[in-house]
Structure formats: structure tokens, C-alpha cells
């Protein structure tokens, strides 16, 4: 008899532990997702942590292993062995720092990295006629750093790839919200609005809604959402080719194909769940990008907005791991605003774990039982 295994939420991380687990015969695995707020589908899609600076060393290793496992999980995705340029392209990024002298200083931490981690690809200083060549409109006269390696991501077109292919090994998706409880023998089940059923395991991939999944059942929960808008230009430029464009401070410049371009993200702490998109926070970013980088960007060039929320421990530290007081109940969360490069990784390794496999990292370094008591 098959085992039957439940993921509830279907963001990067859950999506990527169905389309491992649907690989298996033996299980029977199905996929809620109310996708409301969802961060996946909302994000930026830069995949470029080397050269953070953050101290955490766990989640540094746990960002550079994600981003070293994308290309060969995209090859697995995507079977026929071509990984759509909308889905992932590797364009590079470029960064700049306030003041110019320090790029050389990020350069020799960047070489040094690179020692571990060979994906950063070339690094190199550009003069503001080198970022020119690659990108004409840029109009500022900063040098910038760059790295080969960085990439570009859709995380809406991933997850739609990865639950088609999950599908296709026979994985059910159920897009309802879902209500999580145990059974007089211990067993995870589960509630939607045209099912109830009992799980063998279960995966929580509910990110910045853990809290009221297991609120419910008297667990405290170390997760607070943060609210993060987008603003979506659509220009004439060729922007196929351009790198990923990282300014000071926290609003970046994403080009994706056809003059498609993402200017954001937000980081507001204050506003729970509030899913609005607001102009004048677009336009806000936008004229920043426009200050930083090149007149050319105009707010007029708006078409839309996206929205998402992300979710954080206090001490902005990722886990994951088995929840406390369950047996075979797996759980993750606290990726902030990196989880689109270590969503993967950590999909894959829930799917690990419930297969009783070791994962590549260690879950002892991310602590569950630290954030869900
Ligand atoms: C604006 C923005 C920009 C970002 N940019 C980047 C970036 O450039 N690079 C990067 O690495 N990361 C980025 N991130 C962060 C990244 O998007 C997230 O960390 C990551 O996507 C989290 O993935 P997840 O699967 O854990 O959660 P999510 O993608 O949030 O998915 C969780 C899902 O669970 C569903 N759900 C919740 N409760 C239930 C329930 N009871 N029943 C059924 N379904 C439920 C939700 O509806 C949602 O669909 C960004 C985030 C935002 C918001």
C-alpha cells in the first residue's frame, strides 16, 4: 500500500519537496496551496548571495549551497534538458557600493569566496563605459562589481514547471487552504473545504503562516510576515541579456526578457498580512532606481505591482526540521528575503528527510525547536 504524504503550502519550498517526493511509487503525495500572499510568485528572483554582508554563517552556507543546486535541479525539472531563459538565466550581477573605493575591498572578499565556491563565476571590476556595454541606459559614472554567476529567476513560472512536472509523476494539488491537526493515535490529518484525510507525514511549508497553523494546537511560533511591493515596468529596451543590477540600499533592478523589468522590493515590518499594492511606493522605488542608476527609468513605464509576504524569526535566521511533539511532521520557515535562493535546496531537503535520507545540511545548525515551541 502506498504511504500517503501531505505538503501544505505551495510556495518554492513546498512545491520543490512535492516534485521530489512524486518521484516515488511508493507515495501517494498531495499538494494544498491557497497561494494568497504567496512569496514565491511576488519575488524579485536574484539569485546572488555571495556577496552578503551578513555573518550568519549558517545562512550563508545554506544561501550558497542553494544557489550552487539550481542548475542541476533545473535539469531535472525540465527533462528535456533546456531550461527556459523566462524561468532561470544566469545574466550575472552587478554591484555597487557607496563609496568606490570599497569595491575593491568586495572584490578580494569575493575572490575569496570564490574559493568555495567556484559558481560565483568571473569577478571583475566594471568602469562605468564597461557597464555601459552592457547595459546602454545606464547614465550614472559609479564602477561596479561583477559576478558571472548571479542569476535571474521567475518564481512564478518555476513553481508552475515544478508542479506540472509533480503532476505528471502523480502528485494531487489542491489549491485550498488547509487546517492541520493530530488524531487520538498521533496521526497528522488534515482539513479543506472537500477533504478531510489522515497523513502519514506531513510537510509544513506554510512560511510566514506557520503561526496560525500550529497556533491552533498550542504551539508558539517564532515567525513574524514582513510585507514586500514590486514595481513591473514594461520598456522597449533589449533587456534579454542585461545582468541583474544591485544599487546600495535595498531596491534592485531586475531585467527579464522583452524590456520586462521588476524594480523593488519593499521591506515593511508594520503591516501584517496587508496584501495592497500602493503607487506611490511603486513610483518611490522607481525614482530611486532612476537617482541610482539611469534616467531612462520612468514611473510612466509602470504596468503593475506585485505583492508577497515574507517571513522572519526574530533573529532572521532560517529552520527547518521535525516539529516538536510530532512524529513525521516536517517544517520550515524564516527564509526572508533569500528564500528564492535557498528555496530548492530546502524543498529537496524536507523530501530527504521524510525518505529517512541525510540532507546536505545539518538540521541541527537550523535549530527547529529554537522557533516552534
Ligand atoms: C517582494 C519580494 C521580493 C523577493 N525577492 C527575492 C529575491 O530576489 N531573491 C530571493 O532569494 N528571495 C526573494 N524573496 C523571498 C522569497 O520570495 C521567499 O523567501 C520564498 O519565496 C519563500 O518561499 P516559501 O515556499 O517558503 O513560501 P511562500 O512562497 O510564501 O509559499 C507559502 C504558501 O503557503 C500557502 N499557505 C499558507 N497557509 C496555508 C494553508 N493553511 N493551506 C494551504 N496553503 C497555505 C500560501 O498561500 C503560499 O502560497 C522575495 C520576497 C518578496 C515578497
Request: proline residues 5%; hydrophobic residues 40%; charged residues 25%.
Amino acid at each position: 500500500m502506498s504511504k500517503k504524504i501531505a505538503v501544505i503550502g505551495g510556495g518554492v519550498v513546498g512545491s520543490t519537496a512535492t516534485f521530489y517526493l512524486s518521484k516515488h511509487p511508493q507515495y501517494e503525495v498531495t499538494l494544498f496551496d491557497e497561494a494568497t500572499g504567496q512569496a514565491t510568485s511576488a519575488s524579485a528572483g536574484i539569485i546572488s548571495p555571495w556577496l552578503s554582508k551578513r555573518r550568519n554563517q549558517e545562512w550563508y552556507q545554506m544561501v550558497k549551497l542553494g544557489a550552487a543546486f539550481y542548475p542541476g535541479f533545473l535539469q531535472q525539472v525540465f527533462s528535456n534538458g533546456e531550461i527556459p531563459k523566462e524561468v532561470y538565466q544566469q545574466v550575472g550581477t552587478l554591484l555597487f557600493t557607496k563609496k568606490d573605493k570599497n569595491l575593491e575591498e568586495l572584490l578580494k572578499i569575493g575572490l575569496k569566496r570564490r574559493e568555495e565556491a567556484p559558481e560565483i563565476g568571473e569577478l571583475k571590476i566594471l568602469s562605468p563605459e564597461e557597464v555601459r556595454e552592457r547595459i546602454p541606459i545606464y547614465s550614472k559614472d559609479k564602477r561596479a562589481l561583477f559576478a558571472s554567476g548571479g542569476a535571474r529567476v521567475d518564481g512564478k513560472a518555476l513553481i508552475e514547471a515544478l508542479l506540472t512536472a509533480a503532476e505528471k509523476q502523480g502528485a494531487q494539488i489542491i489549491r485550498e487552504k488547509a487546517t492541520f491537526t493530530k488524531t487520538k493515535s498521533n496521526k497528522p490529518y488534515i482539513e479543506t473545504a472537500s477533504l478531510k484525510e489522515e497523513y502519514e507525514s506531513v510537510i509544513l511549508a506554510n512560511s510566514a503562516w506557520l503561526p496560525e497553523i500550529l497556533g491552533p494546537l498550542g504551539y508558539k511560533v517564532d515567525i513574524r510576515p514582513q510585507k514586500g511591493q514590486l514595481a513591473q515596468l514594461q520598456t522597449n529596451w533589449s533587456t534579454d541579456d542585461w545582468p541583474v543590477i544591485m544599487p546600495t540600499g535595498e531596491k534592485d533592478i531586475i531585467p527579464f526578457l522583452d524590456g520586462k523589468i521588476l524594480v523593488g522590493a519593499t521591506h515593511e515590518d508594520d503591516m501584517a498580512f496587508d496584501l495592497t499594492l500602493q503607487s506611490s511606493s511603486l513610483e518611490e522605488m522607481v525614482l530611486n532606481a532612476q537617482e541610482q542608476f539611469s534616467e531612462c527609468i520612468r514611473t510612466s513605464d509602470i504596468i503593475s505591482g506585485r505583492v508577497g509576504t515574507r517571513a522572519y524569526t526574530s533573529d532572521f535566521a532560517p529552520f527547518f526540521g521535525e516539529v516538536p511533539g510530532f512524529d513525521n511532521v516536517f517544517a520550515a520557515s524564516g527564509l526572508g528575503s533569500t528564500g528564492l535562493t535557498a528555496g530548492p535546496l530546502l524543498g529537496k531537503i524536507l523530501s530527504d528527510l521524510i525518505l529517512g535520507e541525510s540532507p546536505v545540511l545539518d538540521p541541527r545548525k537550523y535549530p527547529i525547536e529554537k522557533y516552534v515551541k
